[in-house]
């Protein structure tokens, strides 16, 4: 079955195209035939932040250029275009109506070239910025209206983690319960799942997400947007130059009996500090970012642990943006081994623990192979969709 993936949650706008093979077990395997992303992140970067507003229009902007790159890569950019009967266009206009310069530049794709060979269309309607996630699907309706073919509607949590389930083209050998940590710029959460497409969300945080976090404090010590990286690297330097400490930050709820998290302290703490200390050095500043680094790890790894245990979970999952972070990874695979607990930890490589569109095509996929289709007349995009 060949599935392509739209993806517009956020600052990320992605299209991939993906043929993929088996249930969900031993026998799955899949091909990515063309992938095709662009990062708005350095437009966003003025704002501190993403501005909604403009990535949505961004999105708008470049979907059927990234759908052309897509299927160029897939050979399958056919240069036989069909004419379009009158009515079609105008149900197309009417999908797009909100997004114009999107309708235009698909009418000058339609004219040029026509039906790719694809089964079903999976997109994100959930959870992420409304404005972007309602440019992705209104695209989906009228890709599949075009061309006739059934949408599935993908919660974006649920492609990080089935993302994070891949070993190369196959899904990797693993056993339920499985435990997944999901750290973006949106979302922290701990996530229970049993079997196949069932979760239940046993932690999560009460204000700011972990990704957040880093980028509210990367601003607070002048390091420019997404923070998260930039974090990263300004405290791997202080590490391995061994800067010294001079400012030390809570761990927020760490001792609490509960799995729930809280980063909004984190940031104000990080505020306070910044604020009594206007002339700090770069190398001060890098050794304080590896201070914030290190707390946001001990608290995501002491409960990520506290809830393998309760649970027994023999599986764990690491997905969303942060999870590329490298201390992160490091100190929640340390931890395992230092607890001698036989989990399998399953953490996909940096690059795919950004938002792509090839976690959407891969949720899809499964989705599609139990026939979950969305009826697009009734599909909406859903800012705080829930997993469950
Ligand atoms: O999953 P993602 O691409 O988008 C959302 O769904 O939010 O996550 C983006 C977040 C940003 O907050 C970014 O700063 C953070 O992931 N991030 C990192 C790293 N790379 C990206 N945070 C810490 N360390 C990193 N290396
Ligand atoms: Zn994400």
Redesign the pocket.
């Known amino acids: 079955m060949r599935v392509l993936g739209i993806e517009t949650?956020?600052d990320?706008t992605a299209v991939s195209l993906i043929e993929a093979d088996g249930t969900f077990g031993v026998d799955f395997a899949f091909k990515q035939l063309g992938n095709a992303l662009y990062s708005q992140a350095k437009l966003h970067e003025q704002y501190g932040g993403v501005f909604p507003n403009l990535a949505k229009r961004e999105h708008a902007k470049n979907l059927v250029l990234l759908l052309t790159q897509a299927l160029q890569q897939a050979g399958e950019l056919h240069e036989t275009p069909v004419s379009l009967p009158e009515e079609v266009k105008t149900q197309l206009e009417a999908l797009l109506s909100r997004e114009p310069e999107l309708f235009e530049q698909l009418m000058v794709f339609i004219a040029a070239y026509g039906r790719p060979v694809i089964d079903c269309i999976a997109v994100t309607h959930g959870p992420g910025l409304e404005p972007c996630l309602w440019v992705g699907v209104n695209f989906a309706k009228a890709l599949s209206l075009l061309w006739n073919l059934p949408i599935v509607a993908v919660n974006?949590m649920e492609g990080h983690i089935m993302l994070s389930l891949m070993e190369g083209t196959k899904l990797s050998p693993f056993e339920f319960p499985l435990l997944a940590l999901l750290i973006?710029?949106?979302h922290t959460e701990l996530v229970l799942s049993k079997e196949f497409g069932q979760y239940e969300v046993v932690g999560k945080t009460r204000d700011d997400a972990a990704?957040?976090a880093?980028?509210k404090v990367a601003r607070l010590l002048g390091l420019p947007y997404?923070?998260?990286?930039e974090?990263?690297r300004v405290a791997t330097t202080a590490r391995n130059h061994h800067l010294e400490k001079k400012f030390a930050l809570p761990r927020p709820m760490i001792h609490e009996d509960n799995l729930d998290f809280s980063f909004s302290g984190l940031k104000t703490a990080v505020r306070k500090i910044v604020e009594a200390h206007p002339d700090m050095s770069m190398d001060e500043k890098a050794a304080f970012a590896r201070e914030f680094e290190d707390a946001v790890a001990d608290v995501l790894i002491e409960k990520t642990i506290r809830a393998i245990d309760s649970f027994g979970a023999n599986t764990i999952v690491v997905g969303?943006?942060?999870s590329?972070?490298a201390h992160v990874r490091e100190q929640l695979k340390r931890a395992l081994e230092d607890e001698g607990n036989p989990a399998k930890l399953l953490i996909p490589p940096p690059d795919l623990a950004?938002?792509n569109a090839l976690m959407i095509a891969l949720a899809g996929y499964f989705r599609a192979s139990k026939k979950e289709f969305a009826n697009p007349s009734d599909l909406v995009a859903n800012g705080n969709l829930k997993l469950c």
């Open positions: 949650s956020c990320e974006h973006s710029g949106g990704g957040e880093f980028d997404p923070g998260g990286p974090i990263s969303g943006g942060v590329a972070n950004t938002d």
